[in-house]
């Protein structure tokens, strides 16, 4: 079974900066698009950053230029680093796996995904 779980969340004070990862197992790490989402109160789940399996990435809009996702193929980990932080980003933040998309649009999409980790909570506190 494909298996993932997901570390560093925590609370931070705004501006501050969080690591997350994702521990991937039996998952042929390669070959699989990855990618983080979140969900605050209220809110739908929203794809933050995925990478492809040529290591491209992509990133919503309210993040780009403080949020880097990248991944380590030799230890199957993800990794979702968190700079400049804003209240508005506290939410529960999943990882989450998939085979290759029919096209670079699908990568922020939840569809796109057929596994998730139980998710890890960030706070950001103002």
């Known amino acids: 079974q494909v298996q993932l779980m997901e570390f560093g969340g925590g609370s931070v004070q705004a501006g501050g900066s969080l690591r997350l990862s994702c521990a991937a197992s039996?998952?042929?790490?390669?070959?699989?698009?990855m990618a983080w989402f979140r969900q605050a109160p209220g809110k739908e789940r929203e794809g933050v950053a995925a990478i492809d399996s040529d290591g491209r990435a992509s990133y919503a809009d309210s993040v780009k230029g403080r949020f880097t996702i990248s991944k380590d193929t030799a230890t199957k980990t993800l990794y979702l680093q968190m700079d400049a932080l804003k209240p508005e980003a506290t939410a529960m933040y999943y990882c989450?796996?998939?085979?290759?998309?029919?096209?670079?649009?699908?990568?922020?999409?939840?569809?796109?995904?057929?596994?998730w980790g139980r998710g890890t909570q960030v706070t950001v506190n103002s």
């Open positions: 039996t998952l042929h790490y390669t070959i699989y698009c």
């Open positions: 989450a796996a998939g085979p290759p998309v029919p096209d670079y649009t699908f990568l922020l999409y939840g569809t796109s995904y057929n596994y």
